[in-house]
């Protein structure tokens, strides 16, 4: 038998990349398998914020809240280069929830969280104040202005991934799993790269499973449990449309269903409008926005804005399916958001299956994992919090640096753009200077593909953070999707294809001299 992992982990969500970083930096044998691209699935497709939640108040999810808030800044702390803060703008609507109830939730709101770096609430005259401009003339006067933070998700995951592998974790990519059996005392994984279908089989003395809204079918991988829990899934649709003000706020518009509706300023040029919350039955790999929740994501900001926002207007939409556990709630928008953990010992083999989780509390969410896999596990004693302190890759600077990163970028590598050098910073933060190495020119880097993507910064992509195709480039490690053409796309497309073809080119040749 070859090597027996202290921790093999199925998905490559933030759940099980956080449980990942963790137990590595505890001193375990990691393995994780993702059958698509990291962050591939719900943790690419979320609202982009680390927050607290304020509309979970309302359904006394005080625990939640609270924790949501504690882990607002230490995220904030350890990834300054891809979370920034951001002010939110909650206009009174008449008729809906009443004042006194907003600043109620939004007193709690300030104060149950240990906030200590992001100012505090203040209230609007929104006849006078700059942010009253786009909403519709005389119809909104009072408001409230709060903070939360803004996540580049999909990085945060990828990330969160590159500490674990910098930790001695093993990240597979592009590999399912395809079967679990016990024997031993030991988990047996067989995993199966959809690249090249070639399988193997791993051993490891625990097994989690982080498959997200697919968490039920791990389950029927010869697992041998009969769960307990459920997962209930529900379909979060969002729009883009082009930059629908001028200021640097977003928006928390109260729809008269209930909801609540974010606009966002979103990658400089752009706004971001979700969220929508619907049950989902279906395969979550075929999520997609529907023209109702387009039109209703429309109609929900076209209520406050001056400016309506129509269906046409939308440059890009995405959908997610959120994995929660059922508690039952009668209306999606009202179930828990809570996590939970189903651990199981079929043959005192311990299978730990995680339910539902947020971006914001993925690191808590580990966190209590390995805490109840400790029995099982070494070392999750010895650095318990470690994560809360040790910056992610390229966040090892204060939370107000990436200025001053951008300026020190454009001074070293001065045929950078404005543009290009805010980018790289934003992106990779501290080891932006290892994308670009000793380039002395633009024509160092190599091909430009569109967007400031140059071959230079995809080889970087596929090295050291597990890149495979353009969609991995363009739509999760970074959103020049939103700026490339399709033909440049496909471009990068077609590189990736060459790239294969002479990789295989060798092993061919060598076949046949054999």
């Known amino acids: 038998m070859g090597q027996v992992f202290d921790l093999a982990i199925i998905g490559g969500g933030i759940n099980g990349c956080g449980i990942a970083r963790d137990a590595a930096g505890r001193g375990n044998s990691v393995f994780l398998c993702e059958m698509n691209d990291l962050a591939s699935g719900t943790s690419s497709l979320s609202t982009k914020l680390v927050h607290g939640g304020l509309r979970y108040l309302e359904y006394y999810e005080f625990h939640l809240v609270r924790e949501a808030l504690i882990e607002r800044e230490i995220l904030w702390r350890i990834a300054p280069h891809i979370i920034r803060p951001l002010r939110f703008v909650l206009p009174h609507h008449a008729g809906l929830r009443p004042t006194w109830l907003l600043r109620l939730g939004l007193f709690l709101y300030d104060h149950i969280g240990g906030r200590k770096l992001l100012p505090p609430t203040r209230s609007l005259d929104l006849k006078r104040d700059e942010v009253g401009k786009p909403l519709v003339p005389g119809r909104y006067r009072k408001g409230f202005e709060y903070s939360d933070c803004f996540v580049d998700d999909a990085r945060l995951v990828v990330l969160t991934a590159r500490d674990a592998a910098d930790r001695g974790a093993d990240i597979r990519t592009r590999t399912r799993a395809v079967e679990t059996r016990q024997t031993g005392g030991l988990w047996h994984l067989t995993v199966e790269d959809t690249l ?39 379909q979060g649709s969002h729009i883009v449309v082009g930059k629908l003000y001028d200021h640097d706020r977003a928006y928390i518009f109260q729809n008269s269903d209930g909801r609540i509706v974010f606009a966002i300023p979103y990658q400089d040029d752009f706004t971001l409008i979700g969220t929508t919350d619907r049950d989902y039955d279906g395969d979550p790999a075929r999520v997609k926005a529907s023209d109702e929740e387009i039109a209703y994501l429309c109609a929900s900001v076209s209520e406050y804005l001056a400016k309506p926002v129509k269906p046409q207007d939308v440059v890009w939409t995405y959908a997610g399916v959120r994995p929660l556990y059922d508690d039952g709630a009668s209306e999606a928008k009202a179930a828990t958001r809570e996590y939970v953990f189903e ?49 992610l890759p390229g966040g090892d600077m204060a939370v107000p640096a990436v200025a001053a990163l951008t300026a020190a970028l454009m001074r070293d590598y001065p045929y950078l753009a404005p543009a290009h050098a805010n980018r790289l910073a934003h992106a990779y933060g501290t080891r932006a200077a290892k994308v670009l190495g000793a380039a002395k020119s633009m024509a160092d880097l190599g091909r430009g593909f569109g967007g400031t993507l140059t071959e230079r910064e995809v080889r970087y992509l596929i090295s050291d953070e597990w890149a495979c195709t353009a969609d991995d480039i363009v739509w999760r490690r970074s959103k020049l999707g939103l700026r490339m053409s399709a033909a440049e796309i496909a471009a990068l497309d077609d590189w990736f294809a060459a790239q294969r073809t002479q990789a295989k080119r060798p092993q061919q040749e060598a076949g046949a001299r054999s």
Request: avoid cysteine; charged fraction near 25%; aromatic fraction near 4%.
């Open 343 to 391: 651990l199981d010992t079929p043959g005192g083999t311990p299978l730990l299956s995680v339910y539902g989780g947020k971006i914001t509390t993925h690191r808590r969410l580990a966190e209590e994992a390995l805490e109840k896999l400790s029995a099982y596990l070494k070392g999750t004693k010895a650095r318990e919090g470690w994560t809360a302190k040790a910056p």
């Open 196 to 234: 090249s279908g070639e399988r193997s089989t791993i051993a490891a003395r625990v097994l989690v499973n982080a498959g997200g809204p697919w968490v039920e079918r791990v389950l029927g991988l010869g697992a041998g449990v009969n769960t307990r829990a459920r997962v209930r899934l529900v």
